[in-house]
């Protein structure tokens, strides 16, 4: 199966070099994971803290999206390159979801 | 190219995970898989908000009364933690370096059986305080929607033990890299869910 392979090894130098940039790309993940703790907490702290209806849900909902969208580009890797496809696919899914919640929340009513 | 050939950190290619027309497969099919996973939530979340609060005439339980911010809030920073242990698994398995991404593979496990935990102490509680399956249609569609991202919570758990079990003596190659990979993907998915769940369901839930 992975005849189509050639793997040759790397000379010392580029061998350090994509460490390196290991290194500092794991560094990236850590900082978008305090990011996301930070976030979570502020949306936590809104709603315990009891402000308006209208200013916490706008609030905790775009700080669940942006928490989503760092999931998905940092630690799911959509910010590489050649993911174009797989980009198409999850937003094809998001979407219909999108349209889905959208539709059960306006024309449903019991 | 054998699939037992062994490599050293300096021969393992940058991206193992897509080394292979195999590997790259896998990973594109599994985001058509997630993309699949998106709507099938996005159907129980839609059902959700539909029949929260609502069921009988005369009913006692509402979001209002029966969630508690705290235990949601052990639970989001569990699973959040986890993510970010399978990208240090991930990292290492890049690196080649096999033991270390097992060892944090064991913690992200760790992680998940304690966020089971709490979801199992949750519903138990509910269940005590007779807020039921099939008490209302707000307990269904609750019930439907949480357990389904526990359940999914519980395949990857089990997913990840049986990788690390299966390939403890192999080592890393380019046949299982993929899989660890993917196993990753699904994992961050999980808590790509969570993050709707605790915000329009618990947060949402709890404001007045």
Request: aromatic residues 18%; neutral net charge.
């Amino acid at each position: 199966m992975s005849h189509d392979v050639h793997v040759e090894a790397r000379n010392e130098a580029e061998y350090q070099h994509s460490r390196r940039k290991a290194g500092q790309a794991m560094r990236n993940q850590v900082t978008v994971f305090a990011v996301m703790i930070f976030l979570t907490f502020i949306a936590f702290a809104a709603v315990q803290a009891g402000f308006s209806a209208y200013l916490v849900v706008p609030l905790v909902l775009l700080f669940a999206g942006v928490q989503v969208g760092l999931q998905l580009y940092y630690f799911m890797h959509l910010s590489e390159k050649g993911t174009g496809i797989m980009q198409f696919f999850i937003y094809s899914g998001a979407l219909v979801a999108f349209t889905m919640v959208l539709g059960f929340v306006t024309i449903v009513w019991i | 190219m054998d699939l037992k050939t062994k490599f050293t950190p300096q021969s393992w290619p940058e991206h193992p995970e897509a080394a292979t027309v195999e590997g790259k497969n896998k990973v594109l099919g599994f985001w058509i898989f997630l993309g699949g996973e998106t709507v099938l939530f996005a159907s129980l979340f839609a059902t959700f908000l539909a029949l929260k609060n609502k069921g009988p005439s005369g009913m006692e339980f509402s979001t209002q009364n029966l969630f508690e911010l705290p235990l949601a809030f052990i639970m989001t920073m569990l699973l959040l933690t986890s993510s970010l242990t399978s990208v240090y698994a991930m990292y290492h398995m890049k690196n080649y370096n096999f033991k270390a991404m097992q060892g944090w593979l064991f913690i992200t496990v760790l992680l998940g059986l304690g966020f089971l935990g709490f979801e199992i102490y949750e519903f138990t509680h509910y269940i005590h305080e007779g807020f039921t399956f099939t008490q209302s249609a707000f307990g269904s569609s609750f019930y439907t929607l949480v357990g389904t991202h526990g359940l999914h919570v519980v395949i990857g758990l089990g997913w990840i033990i049986l990788l690390m079990l299966r390939n403890a003596k192999r080592g890393l190659n380019l046949y299982n890299a993929p899989k660890f990979f993917i196993a990753s993907l699904y994992w961050h998915f999980i808590d790509v869910v969570w993050v709707f769940i605790f915000t329009v369901v618990y947060l949402m839930g709890v404001i007045k």
